[in-house]
């Protein structure tokens, strides 16, 4: 399990590091800068051949102070190094000074002011590489130069794209105006259109949120996380196999294991969802089919079937013992014809809530789905029962709009129950919430998909999964999780219809297995996202059930 850290954690790590008397802020200051020129190096090997051309824009704070390391390195590899600085030498934090003071020995130093961006794009183009080390972890507000370096950047990756020279852009821990707890960038204007973006990023000891959430995948380019020798970032038990892939990391540093003094109480953490966790939480153990627990799907009317029939193929898939589609008496036909180790039954009686609470009587049955393909009216009408029921319960799609229509039904959520909404579902529940998200972000640390998840889940009392390809976990207690489907690890395919309904079959299936609500929905995501990828391209929902035992086997 790999921790994903605020900008606070991470200066928490860096000032503990510190006292500790282990290292230097200076030290840490040249190790970053060195990951910056190895990661640089790494990607693009053609530049650690000859000598280049680069130019190196410093800010005020030690992101600046980590610039001035890597032009200092680059002019030490040969390279013609000009060097901008944003902001007054005499204001640098003493690291950044000090560093700012060696480079001065070897070159100058331009200030970087609007005008300096005036016409940039043809000067940059003999340039190999620009290295944006303005903003790091330590932005607090938009920038006032942002839109010129933006359009600077950007004018150099339009020139490479149109097949002229190309310098490649490296950012410095982050793209500078990117929040590192957010992913957002910081402004009113429409963010992309004014982003600087990076073909490469290199951040240091462990992924930010920022990296991995809303605008930072498609900002950052590649994301390279070098270590700076502040400590093992994995948990014990996790090798080095349990690294994301697409995040490609340095080698393990020496000690591991163990949470270093100054880390934040776990509540305050978000943890990534590793592959050794899923392979812990999907093991099954010796038993019989009730050992594995019974799965209810609830099912759409005549001809609105398939959702169901999507979820209940992905709960037996993952391992439970028996799976059951209940439906309305008119659609038994429909589903009988396409459904065989999947069990059926009718919803018979005076009512279909009176129906479900009988078969609810049968204790065995414990993990329900409502929601896929159900009908709003239907799901109101059946939400009552299955919650008074108090078994493990996925709600989705028409059932989410049931809730968020009726206070008296969101009241009756317990803790055994896991929401999945979409983001436009998520608005429809927690309109006040998604509109925070949604306003522009003007100070840093801007709110995030992991604050709106978090704060979501606790006024639920349940653990709530906010989709995307940036998915966050988050239960009641704080307690986090982020199954990013970004940089190498993408599976852009996944945005197919029905999908939703089979990831919310994962879900309850492994419920009926005994997982808690929490590490169903980190696993079950995690595993969604490896069944698309090992897929491909092409994928149909109908894949992601079938492609399971694949992945399943990956992970033995
Ligand atoms: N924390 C750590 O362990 C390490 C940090 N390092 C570097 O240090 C960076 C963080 O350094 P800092 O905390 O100094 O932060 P930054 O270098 O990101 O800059 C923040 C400075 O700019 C000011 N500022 C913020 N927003 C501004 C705005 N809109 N306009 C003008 N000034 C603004 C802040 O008050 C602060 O002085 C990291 O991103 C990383 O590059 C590395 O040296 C490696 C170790
Ligand atoms: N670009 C993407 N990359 C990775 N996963 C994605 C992407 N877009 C959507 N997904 C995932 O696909 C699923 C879609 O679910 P949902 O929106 O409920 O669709 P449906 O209702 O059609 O099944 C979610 O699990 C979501 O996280
Ligand atoms: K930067």
Redesign the pocket.
Same mark, same amino acid.
């Not at 903003?135 to 006032?144: A, D, E, H, I, N």
């Given at each position: 399990m790999t921790e994903i850290l605020t900008s606070a954690q *991470? &200066?928490a790590?860096?000032a503990a590091a510190i006292a500790s008397g282990r290292v230097t802020g200076l030290e =840490? *200051?040249e190790r /970053?800068g060195q990951g910056v020129v190895e990661a640089v190096f790494a990607e693009w090997p053609a530049l650690a051949a000859a000598p280049h051309r680069a130019v190196v824009l410093c #800010? %005020? #704070?030690?992101? +600046? +102070? @980590?610039g001035f390391v890597v032009a200092r390195l680059l002019k030490g590899w040969g390279w013609e190094v000009e060097v901008f600085l944003y +902001?007054e030498p005499g204001k640098l %934090?003493p690291d950044a000074r000090v560093n700012y003071e060696r480079w001065c020995g070897m070159g100058a130093v331009l200030p970087l002011d609007d005008e300096r961006f005036d016409g940039w794009p043809n000067a940059a183009s003999g340039h190999a590489v620009i290295v944006d /080390?303005i903003? #790091?972890? #330590? =932005?607090? &507000?938009?920038? &006032?130069a942002h839109r010129h370096l933006a359009m600077t950047l950007n004018s150099c990756q339009s020139l490479s794209r149109k097949g002229g020279p190309s310098p490649k852009v490296v950012a410095? @821990?982050?793209p500078s105006g990117l929040c590192s707890n957010s992913g957002r960038w910081l402004g009113d204007d429409q963010p992309l259109d004014f982003a600087p973006l990076a073909n490469l990023t290199v951040s240091?000891?462990a992924p930010k949120l920022g990296h991995l959430l809303a605008d930072g995948p498609v900002s950052c380019g590649r994301l390279v996380v070098a270590d700076?020798g =502040?400590g093992q970032r994995l948990a014990p038990g996790a090798e080095a196999r349990a690294r994301p892939a697409g995040w490609a990391f340095a080698p393990a540093p020496g000690g591991r294991g163990g949470r270093e003094p100054g880390l934040p109480p776990r509540q305050d953490t978000v943890e990534a969802i590793a592959q050794a966790s899923v392979a812990q939480s999907v093991a099954k153990a010796a038993g019989h089919k009730y050992t594995h627990g019974h799965a209810l799907i609830l099912s759409g009317a005549v001809g609105r079937g398939g959702a169901a029939r999507l979820a209940a193929r992905g709960a037996l898939r993952i391992g439970a013992g028996l799976v059951t589609v209940a439906c309305p008496p008119s659609a038994l036909i429909e589903n009988a014809a396409r459904l065989d180790a999947i069990m059926l039954r009718p919803l018979r009686g005076e009512s279909e809530a009176e129906a479900l609470a009988t078969l609810l009587e049968d204790a065995r049955i414990n993990a329900l789905c409502l929601g896929p393909g159900l009908g709003v009216e239907r799901a109101r009408e059946l939400l009552p029962v299955a919650l008074a029921a108090k078994r493990a319960t996925v709600l989705d799609a028409d059932a989410l709009t049931a809730l968020a229509g009726d206070p008296a039904l969101f009241a009756l959520l317990h803790a055994s129950c896991l929401l999945t909404p979409h983001a436009g579902e998520f608005a429809r529940l927690f309109p006040d919430i998604a509109a925070k998200l949604a306003a522009p972000a003007t100070t840093g640390p801007a709110y995030s998909k992991v604050d709106a998840t978090r704060e979501a889940a606790a006024r639920a009392g349940c653990t709530v999964l906010l989709k995307g390809p940036d998915t966050v976990i988050a239960a009641p207690s704080g307690r986090a999780a982020l199954n990013a489907a970004v940089y190498d690890r993408a599976a852009p395919w996944l945005a197919t219809a029905g999908a939703g309904d089979v990831l919310a079959g994962i879900l309850t299936g492994l419920l009926a297995r005994g997982l808690e609500p929490f590490s169903a929905a980190s696993t079950a995501a995690w595993l969604h996202v490896e069944a698309a990828r090992s897929f491909g391209p092409g994928l149909i929902a109908e894949d992601l059930p079938e492609q399971l035992p694949a992945v399943l086997r990956n992970l033995s």
């Open positions: *991470m &200066r790590i860096e =840490l *200051m /970053a #800010g %005020p #704070g030690s992101n +600046g +102070g @980590d +902001g %934090p /080390a903003f #790091g972890t #330590g =932005l607090v &507000r938009p920038y &006032r410095v @821990d982050l240091f000891h700076i =502040l």
